[in-house]
């Protein structure tokens, strides 16, 4: 059995923008889990989730002269493209509107849920003071940036009016500012 090989991030993008095949592999078995995990949070049909998984890792593949190492990780530019696109899949199929995603109780960031699939990605401790906000903050949060909901979405789904989702909105993350900044 041969050794197995690691790149460092800087080798991994190198490699990838010179259209290194091996160095595709390596992405693949490496991070297809976590950005999995990703998108199944978004996407409850796992058949859909694999396809926009395989998607996914053709815009990686077809985009990664694009990654600029200046505005963050490689393993952060991928995940966003990940929640992206498991996002865009929802709105184009119109899942949002028939109501085919779940937006019952279990809170993305709850600490107890886990996948299989996923991977301990909540280094700065975003997710437990997201949970010291009162529920109507959390529920908020998790809509608009786990779920991708507009507010205008949030305001229609939880009925509440669009100013009231706007202010909690508003005050939700200046608490979570004063709370990180602490």
């Given at each position: 059995m041969?050794?197995a090989?690691?790149y460092?991030e800087d080798e991994?993008?190198?490699?990838?923008?010179?259209?290194n095949?091996e160095?595709?592999?390596?992405?693949?078995q490496?991070?297809s889990?976590?950005l999995?995990?990703?998108?199944a949070r978004?996407?409850?049909?796992?058949?859909?989730?694999?396809d926009v998984?395989?998607?996914?890792?053709?815009?990686i593949w077809?985009?990664?002269?694009?990654y600029?190492?200046?505005?963050?990780?490689?393993?952060?530019?991928?995940?966003n493209?990940?929640r992206?696109?498991a996002?865009?899949?929802?709105r184009?199929?119109?899942?949002?509107?028939?109501?085919?995603i779940h937006?019952?109780?279990?809170?993305?960031?709850?600490?107890?849920?886990?996948?299989?699939?996923?991977?301990?990605?909540?280094?700065i401790?975003?997710?437990?003071?997201i949970?010291?906000?009162k529920?109507?903050?959390?529920r908020?949060?998790?809509l608009?940036?786990?779920k991708?909901?507009?507010?205008?979405?949030?305001?229609?789904?939880l009925e509440?009016?669009?100013g009231?989702?706007?202010?909690?909105m508003?005050?939700?993350?200046?608490?979570l500012?004063e709370k990180?900044?602490?």
């Amino acid at each position: 059995m041969p050794p197995a090989i690691s790149y460092s991030e800087d080798e991994l993008v190198y490699l990838l923008q010179q259209r290194n095949q091996e160095a595709f592999n390596y992405l693949y078995q490496n991070y297809s889990a976590v950005l999995f995990g990703v998108i199944a949070r978004v996407i409850s049909d796992q058949q859909i989730a694999q396809d926009v998984l395989q998607e996914v890792f053709v815009k990686i593949w077809t985009h990664i002269d694009s990654y600029d190492a200046g505005k963050g990780r490689v393993y952060t530019w991928m995940i966003n493209i990940a929640r992206n696109a498991a996002i865009d899949k929802l709105r184009s199929k119109g899942e949002i509107m028939k109501g085919k995603i779940h937006t019952g109780e279990d809170h993305v960031y709850n600490l107890q849920q886990s996948l299989k699939t996923e991977q301990h990605t909540d280094a700065i401790g975003l997710k437990k003071l997201i949970a010291e906000l009162k529920p109507e903050y959390q529920r908020i949060i998790e809509l608009s940036y786990f779920k991708g909901f507009t507010l205008d979405e949030i305001s229609k789904m939880l009925e509440v009016p669009l100013g009231t989702v706007k202010t909690r909105m508003r005050h939700a993350i200046q608490l979570l500012r004063e709370k990180f900044s602490r």
